[in-house]
């Protein structure tokens, strides 16, 4: 059984369009994650969830916006995409907020044409 | 707030050789410190870690080593082999901080050459 899982795993889409990227764990960690990694390999976090609270919202365009219907989920909306947002998305889970290593899915490559 | 630079960007040894990557972070108050490993189209792995309390850990091929004066921390790898080839993070943050998130530094190509 995958631990973390995103779907889908390619995602490409026109500018403007709307897209959501799905992620469940099943480890039984309280707090998810999603990151973007540029085409230079570098990942910044963009948000965290911790039962169902917002907890880390860093400057990420608000046109982003992330759903955690239970912890188990927590699923990426993106409005009006643009062309700078093409990236790999990947979601993560880690026990506690702020506690240990995360444990991250195997990411989403979404391009935007 | 927290930030981590990462050398080098790339590294290329032969099979068997040892690898060496640095790392250093800019708030004192950081005090975990993990390494993932991110193989091509593939998610980070987390494949060591290491928190302020001890200044070095390791497990089989793998070590790391932290300066907390400093703020430097290390990742060595040795008698690398093929399949160590993948491209490796550094990353730091307050352990238990629900404020703080992992900082990662921009990573590492490691290639190895049999």
């Known amino acids: 059984d995958t631990a973390v899982s995103q779907t889908p795993k390619y995602l490409v889409t026109q500018m403007g369009n709307d897209k959501s990227i799905k992620c469940e764990q099943n480890l039984g960690h309280d707090t998810m994650y999603w990151y973007k990694q540029d085409s230079k390999k570098f990942l910044k976090i963009m948000f965290s969830y911790n039962n169902k609270e917002l907890i880390i919202n860093e400057t990420v365009p608000n046109r982003f916006s992330p759903k955690s219907p239970d912890k188990a989920h927590l699923n990426l909306h993106i409005n009006s995409l643009e062309l700078g947002d093409s990236a790999v998305y990947f979601c993560?889970?880690?026990?506690?907020?702020?506690?240990?290593?995360?444990?991250f899915g195997s990411g989403t490559r979404l391009t935007v044409v | 707030g927290e930030n981590v630079e990462q050398h080098p960007s790339t590294l290329s040894v032969q099979e068997g050789d040892s690898a060496v990557i640095k790392c250093t972070y800019s708030?004192?108050?950081?005090?975990?410190f993990p390494w993932y490993k991110q193989e091509l189209g593939k998610g980070p792995q987390l494949i060591i870690d290491i928190r302020s309390n001890v200044g070095e850990k390791k497990d089989q091929r793998i070590a790391v080593t932290l300066n907390k004066t400093a703020k430097h921390f290390s990742l060595h790898i040795t008698e690398t082999q093929p399949e160590d080839s993948a491209v490796y993070f550094c990353a730091a943050k307050l352990y238990g901080g629900s404020q703080g998130n992992l900082i990662f530094g921009k990573g590492t190509k490691l290639s190895v050459k049999p």
């Open positions: 993560a889970s880690s026990q506690e907020a702020g506690a240990g290593g995360y444990t």
């Open positions: 708030d004192s108050a950081s005090n975990y």
